[in-house]
């Protein structure tokens, strides 16, 4: 793909903490061969989508699909633009060295979270999701005294570290570099859910172009290494 010529405005974003990996070695990428500045600020997702909402005047925004469209409707992005990055699924960790349950199965996983002393689960899609299983499942209110949901912001994997959390759950991205974790797997088939994330102009930008060529980069085929490195598997940059 061409890359624009260098411009001595820097590029600006906000993005939940799922992709802030990926995007920061994607990002370091885009500058070194386009000569452009990106900042891009990580944040909780529901921070991440507020701010937006509120018109801090970022050049583009990379959430969950489904917040990106509720900021299509709000009319803070540009939907014509909003293009589709990368696949997510949820994973499952223990603190590194301790015993793995077995989560190969729907009823496995019902058994080692019903049998856990405490469930971790983030505010994002994952824990949403989570959530919705065990509701479904009739356990919400059994385990309810036995659940700790990470802050906007903070790894799941940190409170499984430090041994707050005795069974993680979160999206694999933001499992699978973490010191003192160990991923035991990913959700099973059955009840695994699979996020996209998409990226987006804002409407608030002031350098459309540029934004829309770094969206670009982000969802081109030099990308996809990055992404699966990462634990995420590139979406094909779909646009909406």
Do not use: N
Not at 133 to 157: C, H, K, N, S
Request: hydrophobic share 45%; net charge negative; with cysteine.
């Amino acid at each position: 793909m061409a890359i624009g010529q260098f411009m001595s405005e820097q590029i600006t974003g906000i993005s939940s903490m799922a992709t802030r990996l990926v995007l920061a070695e994607l990002v370091k990428e885009y500058e070194r061969l386009s000569g452009r500045r990106v900042v891009i600020e990580s944040v909780g997702g529901v921070a991440a989508a507020r701010r937006v909402q509120d018109g801090e005047p970022f050049d583009i925004v990379v959430l969950a699909a489904d917040a990106i469209d509720q900021l299509a409707a709000a009319g803070q992005i540009d939907p014509a633009g909003q293009v589709d990055l990368a696949r997510s699924s949820v994973a499952i960790a223990v603190a590194a060295g301790a015993p793995r349950p077995e989560i190969g199965t729907e009823a496995a996983v019902r058994d080692a979270i019903l049998a856990a002393r405490s469930i971790g689960y983030s505010t994002g899609p994952s824990g949403s999701h989570l959530s919705r299983l065990f509701e479904r499942w009739g356990i919400a209110e059994t385990i309810a005294p036995r659940i700790v949901q990470a802050p906007p912001g903070v790894p799941v994997g940190a409170l499984v570290a430090c041994g707050k959390v005795e069974l993680g759950f979160q999206q694999l991205s933001e499992l699978m570099h973490l010191p003192g974790i160990d991923v035991i797997g990913s959700l099973p088939p059955e009840i695994q859910v699979i996020t996209v994330f998409s990226a987006a102009v804002c409407t608030a930008s002031e350098q459309h172009e540029a934004a829309e060529e770094l969206i670009s980069f982000l969802a081109s085929p030099q990308a996809d290494s990055v992404k699966l490195r990462h634990g995420m598997e590139p979406a094909g940059g779909d646009s909406k």
